[in-house]
């Protein structure tokens, strides 16, 4: 099947490098949504700001090893347009145009901000304090960057859904006001809900030191399975355990999968020790994040190649970005002169 006129438009914050939780919940499913859709990538570089203003070097780093991970995952920058959010001046632009189309209680009303906003408070203790204006506007620029590419179909887990139905909503409001210009996006539910951390937590974060990143060496895979999460009820090597609760099983599913049912039924019986058992791990984790580590090592010896890579894609998704702003601008009167 072959969608080239719908336009995917996906994107990621470089706040840090990716983990696996990244990769079976969003990273896999775009290698193959761009052999059938027009992809583009955005490096999200201006709402990574949005929390971390005060540390531009840490958001800088990460745009370069944000864009390595993804070449290492299989984005190939022949069929997916990767490019930085901040080099395209019409996405923000455009945020201010639809800024004048959203309340700010509506904003307060979005069910992804409320949430973030009760996690800020949690931290803070005061959201007056640590709610930004460029916070609260997220969803609006969001908004901006699906449509400032034509973005018809967004992948999405369902936790971003109502940051897509406010961006519906600009849309509708832009197009009663101004006559029909944008596109109306529709979501991609992707199927992997989100991944637990090796110790457990419904969670997987570098805070909680419980992820595995896509980058991590032979001797920290080692580490980390070592340390997960058991079944605490097993104490001898050959006591019956239930598989469900332990997080080397729970991986075992995703990496070694050719074998789950005897890790599964051996655990059940008796029949295998959790030492064994995560040495098997480690050995089927190493397997399948190999080739992502050779990838990683051929970029991270030609930088110049991710500059390259970068540059295009930034110049192809600003064409198309220049295009859509002239019919904007068109339909909103403000076409004053060719420049
Ligand atoms: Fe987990 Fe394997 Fe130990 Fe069973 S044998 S509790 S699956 S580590």
């Keep these: 099947m072959n969608n080239k006129y719908e336009n995917i438009l996906t994107g990621i914050r470089p706040t840090g490098n990716l983990h696996l939780g990244h990769y079976f919940g969003a990273t ?42 993804l070449l290492s995952v299989g984005i190939d920058p022949k069929k997916s347009t990767i490019f930085i959010q901040s080099k395209i001046p019409e996405i923000a632009e455009l945020t201010v145009f639809y800024s004048n189309l959203v309340t700010i209680s509506r904003l307060y009303r979005n069910p992804t901000i409320k949430t973030e906003i009760k996690q800020k408070r949690e931290l803070f203790g005061n959201d007056g304090e640590s709610v930004t204006y460029g916070f609260l506007g997220y969803p609006v620029s969001q908004a901006a960057d699906i449509t400032a590419f034509n ?54 974060g570098k805070s909680l030191g419980n992820a595995i990143y896509l980058c991590d060496s032979e001797e920290i895979i080692n580490k980390k399975i070592t340390g997960a999460l058991t079944d605490t009820k097993k104490i001898g090597k050959n006591d019956p355990a239930d598989p469900n609760v332990c997080m080397v099983y729970y991986y075992h599913k995703l990496v070694n999968k050719d074998n789950v049912e005897t890790v599964c039924n051996e655990c059940k019986k008796g ?50 970005a220049i295009s859509v702003m002239q019919q904007v601008k068109k339909n909103m009167k403000i076409d004053y002169f060719d420049e």
């Design 151 to 204: 973005g018809t179909l967004i992948p999405v887990g369902d936790d971003q859904l109502p940051l897509l139905e406010q961006c519906r909503e600009i849309v509708r409001k832009f197009n009663s006001i101004y006559g029909d210009t944008l596109k109306e996006p529709k979501e991609l539910l992707s199927k992997s809900s989100r991944l637990k951390g090796l110790d457990g937590n419904e969670k997987m």
């Design 28 to 69: 896999s499913n775009w290698v193959k949504l761009q052999n059938e859709y027009t992809t583009f990538i955005e490096i999200a570089d201006v709402q990574a700001l949005t929390d971390n203003f005060d540390n531009p070097d840490k958001v800088r780093k990460n745009v370069y090893e944000l864009t390595i991970d």
């Design 271 to 320: 029949l295998r020790g959790c030492v064994a058992c995560k040495k098997e791990l480690i050995s089927a984790m190493n397997k399948f994040l190999e080739p992502i580590r050779e990838k990683r090592k051929y970029y991270e010896e030609h930088p110049e190649e991710v500059d390259s890579i970068l540059k295009e894609g930034t110049k192809k998704a600003r064409t198309q």
